[in-house]
């Protein structure tokens, strides 16, 4: 028993132990990653620049990264990176240990109504992009394709990895708004692949085509003129000064907004994200191991000696971006929808 003055509170103990738990806070990230492993899923096959960007960063987001886990890449080629985006939001543990790498153009799939686009690109944590860029519509050399223009009376065959991509909706775009008469061949596992047809002769041109990934490939293509651009897609400064840009050529301001909502891309191109509802501080953790990677000194010359371009995009400037497209006007989205529905 209790002696005089001694006060014992039994029934509180319990309480008070829980509300301790309860209010611990989140495990840092030494905590968190320490002897962990974080798997960047990349919607596209190996060797094109999507697989180049991710083996570079899974070098180096350990190094900037609490704990230092390690960092493995996984290809899931699919629709143009959609089956890769539909993990990611789906199926992927939301606990910062799954990452993504997806064309840009995925982002508009669900605004699209694509039965296939089974997740709100708003609601992903997007992390930040290698570089902005710009996109480019090419033709071989030995076709008989000189400017746009020709591609207005002259059906021209180019490849596509399928729904999702750019490599389908720029050139579905040109035929709605300029009048081009681009046949797309879909089911290409990536852009190596495209490239590779192309220079084989089973398609004539690759709609879609980043500049980064022509210089960080096959950059002599653009100097010997293996290449021939026609037009270019791009939301801030054109890649090549003589080339017209897309957004120029439609008649009316709404094909020309039109054209805007698909080179967001550009913006979106080369992105990082994570799945939804992780807690803040990990999204905040991945974004400033992120920020802190793409300004390594060491990255910066691996990424030159693989020719990929470092002009990084921050997380927070993608997530921005998703929501305003978004908020595009449905006469607009209208617009881009006949234009994914268009054969």
Request: net charge neutral; glycine share 10%.
């Amino acid at each position: 028993m209790p002696g005089a003055g001694t006060t014992t509170l039994p029934h509180v103990a319990l309480p008070l132990a829980a509300l301790l738990i309860a209010a611990a806070p989140p495990a840092r990230a030494a905590d968190f990653y320490q002897g962990k492993q974080i798997t960047i899923v990349v919607g596209f096959s190996t060797g094109g620049a999507y697989d180049l960007s991710a083996r570079l960063w899974a070098r180096f987001f350990t190094k900037h990264l609490a704990g230092h886990p390690t960092v493995i890449v996984r290809n899931m080629p699919g629709s143009g990176s959609l089956a890769a985006a539909v993990h990611a939001y789906n199926t992927a543990p939301r606990d910062g240990t799954t990452l993504a790498v997806v064309g840009g153009g995925t982002v508009l799939e669900p605004l699209l109504g694509n039965a296939q686009a089974t997740y709100d690109a708003r609601r992903f944590n997007w992390i930040g992009g290698r570089s902005r860029d710009t996109f480019l519509c090419v033709v071989w050399h030995s076709v008989p394709v000189k400017t746009i223009a020709d591609v207005v009376g002259r059906e021209t065959i180019v490849g596509s990895t399928g729904p999702g991509s750019r490599t389908l909706s720029y050139p579905k775009a040109l035929n709605e708004f300029v009048g081009t008469k681009f046949k797309v061949v879909t089911g290409y596992p990536g852009g190596n692949e495209i490239s590779l047809a192309m220079e084989r002769g089973e398609v004539e041109g690759y709609c879609g085509w980043a500049l980064g990934a022509i210089m960080a490939r096959v950059p002599q293509w653009l100097r010997d003129g293996s290449i021939r651009p026609l037009v270019q897609f791009a939301l801030v400064k054109p890649g090549l000064p003589n080339v017209p840009m897309a957004a120029d050529l439609p008649k009316t301001p709404a094909g020309r907004q039109a054209i805007d909502v698909l080179a967001a891309d550009s913006v979106l191109a080369w992105p990082l994200l994570a799945p939804p509802e992780l807690s803040q501080e990990r999204v905040s953790e991945l974004r400033s191991a992120f920020d802190a990677m793409m300004k390594d000194p060491e990255l910066v010359a691996e990424s030159a000696r693989m020719m990929l371009d470092v002009d990084p995009v921050s997380g927070l400037e993608m997530q921005a971006l998703v929501e305003r497209l978004f908020d595009t006007p449905p006469e607009v989205i209208e617009l881009v929808k006949r234009i994914n529905a268009a054969r």
